[in-house]
């Protein structure tokens, strides 16, 4: 698709993805449109559906959904479920009514199964049960993804979908409770920094390995598939490189300068013990990752440390 003069509806663009996004296609000579929570309630079917009709945009990037980390997916399976399903069918059925010409479908890794071969590929799907931590989530994603190839198979729709790996960056979800582990670990290390504590509490055993895409990165290899794919299959979307949890909790300490010691709880859930995605058939349509891990770490650092009076407000 070609973006010169384009309407893109970026439903989502006040979350870590969505604005990644926006900045991104501030360089692209398109038009962005936007909403929020108060103009319409992507849960409402008929507040999507009026104002599709009425925006009538070229293209639809979904980026909006209900995220959660691990105690958050576990405690509220419901909302994990239900906003997910309604987000996504609301938004994929409207495009289809307004006659979108393009729409992609942002899912995550934790659709592929526990025990999946690894690394993961885009066939992988549906091929065994899923991590229960995080099921709700990841059955609302394949469904989207089901959503986007039946529009393509029932009604020749241009429909895709992309699963990115585990992202961070600017307007992450800091809060304790309901982050993703590495904002909930930048956050207890500068913590433990600021308080001078000896020690620092990380969840689980510190074993499982997780891959981590800086989320301008993930922003770019979006546009690129917007531009530039159109097949039935979603495309996994990460950086090929995976790193221990515990190695993760000294790379932060590293970052926010603190030479404390890491406190594992066990009592906290482990999730699924590898999540590495081949990648390899993005990197087919020639687009590779520009971040490091330690480098991303730093730039989100950077930025909690300018937005974190806000955050905490
Ligand atoms: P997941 O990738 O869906 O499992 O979600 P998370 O990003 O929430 O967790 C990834 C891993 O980091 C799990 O093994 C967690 O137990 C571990 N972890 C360690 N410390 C923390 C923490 O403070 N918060 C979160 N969310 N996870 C943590």
Known sequence: MDLVGKRIYLAGHAGMVGSAVHRRLASEDCEV???????????????????????????????????????????????????????????????????????????SSCIYPKLADQPMREDALLTGPL????EWY??????????????????????????????????DNFDLQSSHVLPALMV????????????????????????????????DALVHLLQHYSGESHVNVGTGEEVSIRALAETMCEVVGFDGELVFDASKPDGTPRKLMDSSLLRGMGWSPKVQLKQGIARTYQWYLDNADSLRA
Not at 131 to 134: F, L, R, S
């Open 33 to 107: 449109l936007t909403t929020t929570r108060g103009d319409v309630d992507l849960r409402d079917q008929k507040a999507v559906h009026a104002w599709m009709a009425d925006a009538k945009p070229d293209a639809l990037i979904v980026a909006a959904a209900k995220v959660g980390g691990i105690l958050a997916n576990d405690t509220q399976p419901a909302d994990f479920l239900y906003d997910n399903l309604m987000i996504e069918a609301n938004l994929i059925h409207a495009a289809f009514e307004a006659q979108v010409e393009k729409l992609l479908f942002l899912g």
């Open 131 to 134: 991590e229960p931590t995080n």
């Open 138 to 171: 990841a059955i609302a994603k394949i469904a989207g993804i089901k959503m986007c190839q039946a529009y393509r198979k029932q009604h020749g729709c241009d429909f895709i979908s992309a699963m990115p790996t585990n992202m961070y960056g600017f307007n």
């Open 188 to 219: 207890k290390v500068h913590n433990a920094k600021v308080n001078g504590d000896k020690s620092y509490e990380v969840w689980g055993s510190g074993a499982p390995l997780r891959e981590f895409m800086y989320a301008d990165d993930c922003a």
